[in-house]
């Protein structure tokens, strides 16, 4: 693995603290279509760990065309 493909790795932190920020979740404003902050919020993630991890995985896949 080359050293350029770590770096693409950082971007895995993101999706991984997001979650775990709890005293920022821990809430019910704002709401969003009578959903309440911290339920959008946990699916706001996944949606983020879902993208991160498709961009890290393309960016350091070997042999790309």
Do not use: S, Y
């Given at each position: 693995m080359s050293t350029r493909s770590r770096?693409?790795?950082w971007l895995l932190v993101i999706p991984t603290a997001a979650p775990l920020l709890t005293p920022f979740a821990n809430r019910i404003e704002?709401?969003?279509?009578?959903?309440p902050f911290f339920f959008w919020y946990q699916f706001a993630?996944?949606?983020?760990?879902?993208?991160?991890?498709?961009?890290v995985y393309l960016a350091?896949?070997?042999?790309?065309p």
């Open positions: 770096h693409w790795q704002p709401t969003l279509f009578g959903v993630c996944a949606l983020l760990a879902t993208v991160v991890i498709t961009v350091t896949r070997e042999g790309r």
